[in-house]
Nanobody, 123 residues
Framework: QMQVAESGGGLVQAGGSLRLSCAAS????????AAWYRQAPGNQRELVAA???????NYADTVKGRFIISRHNANNTLYLHMNNVRPEDTAVYYC?????????????????WGQGTQVTVSS
């Protein structure tokens, strides 16, 4: 069983902050790599940030310096701290766990997608 559930989305003004959470259920979530993706209307799903089991992180250039990915291993939760948000950050954000982060690239686990959480940034 590999299930994730995202939460924390909402409406925020440009320049504001938001924290997304991803609660995972299933074995060894904290021993595997994980990531956040997003998908805006009419666009493909894109990688936002990934974190390795050892804490190594990787970010898309568009969010580098503004977003921080972190995880709380004791409670199987993945976070995305979104700071200084922009209207172009508006999208549905998805969590993916049990993937593989290697050489800066994240390979998602197709069996571990949540329903997503909507983030809307107003200008």
């Amino acid at each position: 069983q590999m299930q994730v559930a995202e939460s924390g989305g909402g409406l925020v003004q440009a320049g504001g902050s938001l924290r997304l959470s991803c609660a995972a259920s299933g074995r060894f979530f904290n021993l595997n790599d994980a990531a956040w993706y997003r998908q805006a209307p009419g666009n493909q799903r894109e990688l936002v940030a990934a974190i390795g089991r050892g804490g190594i992180t990787n970010y898309a250039d568009t969010v580098k310096g503004r977003f921080i990915i972190s995880r709380h291993n004791a409670n199987n939760t993945l976070y995305l701290h979104m700071n200084n948000v922009r209207p172009e950050d508006t999208a549905v954000y998805y969590c993916n766990g049990w993937g593989t982060l290697s050489r800066g690239s994240y390979i998602p686990n197709p069996r571990s997608w949540g329903q997503g959480t909507q983030v809307t940034v107003s200008s």
